[in-house]
């Protein structure tokens, strides 16, 4: 029960839309990282939806977007957050990912279809938006959500 509660705020955290010019928080972020890994996760189940070209660039394009969040915005955003303390961003992190690993969980639960709802492609959408991913990370996303919306 304990775990349903934390994904239900996760879940508010992650769907309440702010301005896309306003400053985004680390768990926005983080949340946007949840769905994205929840999706790509999902994409492995989803053989007889998706052609495997298909596939291929939704899933490039997918973990592409996730090492961006993680590696240039997430980790930045914690150091910067912790003044530069290491060790402090380190322990953050990690429970960002043991709460992240119950909200995909929560996801995994609830929406066990195979082709991805059109909600997941407008959240992700969202979230590259507040994001501001660019150059090829954002090529490979535009691609990825291409093809899943086909």
Known sequence: MNIYKHSTLFVIFFFSMTNAMAKT???E???CLALVDFVN???E???SVY????????HKGLFGYARYLENDVIDPK???LYGGNLAQAKLMKKLFNRQQSRFIEYLDDR???????????IAIKECSIKTRSQGDVALYLRQALTAMEK
């Open 25 to 27: 928080s680390i768990n």
């Open 29 to 31: 972020i983080h949340s």
């Open 111 to 121: 929406h066990s279809e195979k082709k991805f709802a059109t909600d997941y492609l």
């Open 41 to 43: 996760s999902k994409l």
């Open 51 to 58: 052609s495997p070209e298909d596939k291929e660039i939704i």
């Open 45 to 47: 189940s989803s053989e």
């Open 78 to 80: 914690l150091l910067k």
